[in-house]
């Protein structure tokens, strides 16, 4: 079976950004798990490691999964089904930021006073300062396999718009 490549050749730059991601991602979703099973709380700048059982031990596994598909994607970076190891990782992050996004929305709508049922204007902008979730943290550095991708579509002048009948 021939192997088909992503690339011509390895970047450098991909293979050290994504080697970092993967083990910072990794690192979180240990973390992550370690302060749910431990029932601490941890928070310190930005950063909020969330303790709740589904939470934190879900989150955890997906952000130990993403790195795992990181570390293991970088290996050949320019074969494709490598490179696709590297976007489930980003994939996997983007929807856990996704779950953390919506729980910070939904968190912002209901008062914490029990005479008013919406919160109010103040307390609802309140609610979308730090501290963030790992993932929430780490969303904006996923999103750098965008580029990647365009390259690829690109180098393979592979159209991913559906076909017509």
């Not at 709508?109 to 204007?121: G, L």
Request: with cysteine.
């Amino acid at each position: 079976m021939q192997s088909q490549y992503a690339f011509d050749q390895k970047s450098a730059l991909y293979m050290a950004y994504f080697s970092i991601l993967g083990l910072v991602s990794l690192s979180a979703g240990i973390v992550d798990i370690i302060v749910t099973v431990s029932g601490a709380e941890y928070s310190a700048g930005i950063l909020e490691i969330p303790n709740s059982g589904f939470r934190g031990v879900w989150g955890g596994l997906v952000m130990v999964f993403a790195g795992c598909f990181y570390l293991s994607g970088i290996r050949s970076s320019n074969e494709i089904h490598q490179f696709a190891k590297v976007v489930l990782g980003s994939i996997l992050l983007w929807v856990l930021s996704g779950t953390d996004i919506f729980a910070i929305i939904t968190g912002s709508i209901p008062s914490e006073d029990a005479e008013h049922w919406f919160n109010t204007s103040r307390g609802f902008i309140d609610a979308y300062a730090p501290p963030y979730t790992p993932a929430l943290i780490l969303l904006p550095f996923s999103l750098f396999i965008i580029f990647y991708i365009r390259k690829y579509r690109l180098h393979q002048s592979v159209s991913i718009d559906p076909v017509t009948d």
